[in-house]
């Protein structure tokens, strides 16, 4: 059963929405694995509103890093969003690239050592322009290594673009 997809796009493409979709085609109660940190208060509405319009067919777990202490063995696990899962790591290690994307590696084999469909959704963040800021260059070069890693070992790759699925990689 073990299966890595990986949904990645703009902001606001449509990837959350057809990753939930996915894995409700997939089970009726699959698990949702939010990786997003509370930073203010208008992002903990943003969160509890997420909450709610997921619906109460879905088990949801809310971990900011360490993905793989949570045992999901034949389940569909949603986990949304590897951006935010990064910018822990990011954070935590004082904008660390090297050590964030050994940790965010490490953690992701760890979990995806487990049975189970698992459905990644990330930002695709080098479509846009460099930034003039060194951090946020820092943050882009580790987001895109780690969407590479994820996406070499993923049995499939969607991109979406303006809420259209584009099948980039499948695996036989």
């Known amino acids: ?3 890595i997809t990986l949904i990645t796009g703009g902001q606001r493409s449509g990837k959350s ?3 939930q979709k996915l894995a409700l085609s997939l089970t009726a109660k699959p698990f949702y694995l ?3 940190r509370v930073w203010d208060e208008e992002f903990r509405e943003r969160i509890l509103r997420h ?3 997921r619906g109460s067919e879905w088990m949801n777990i809310e ?3 360490y993905l793989s202490r949570h045992l999901l063995e034949g389940e ?3 986990i949304d ?3 935010l899962w990064a910018t822990n790591f990011f954070y935590d290690s004082h904008s660390d690239v090297d050590l964030s994307l050994k940790l965010l590696t490490e953690e992701f084999d760890r979990l995806t050592q487990q049975d189970a469909h698992f459905i990644f959704v990330t930002n695709e963040v080098g479509l846009g322009g460099v930034s003039t800021d060194p951090l946020q260059r820092k943050f882009n070069d580790l987001q895109g290594w780690v969407n590479q890693y994820i996406a070499s070992r993923a049995d499939e790759v969607i991109l979406m673009v303006s809420g259209i699925p584009m099948q980039l990689k499948v695996k036989s």
Do not use: N
């Open 1 to 3: 059963m073990k299966h």
């Open 17 to 19: 929405s057809y990753a």
């Open 34 to 36: 939010a990786t997003a």
């Open 76 to 78: 569909v696990v949603l």
């Open 51 to 53: 909450q709610r319009d």
């Open 63 to 65: 971990e900011e890093k």
């Open 81 to 83: 969003c590897v951006t």
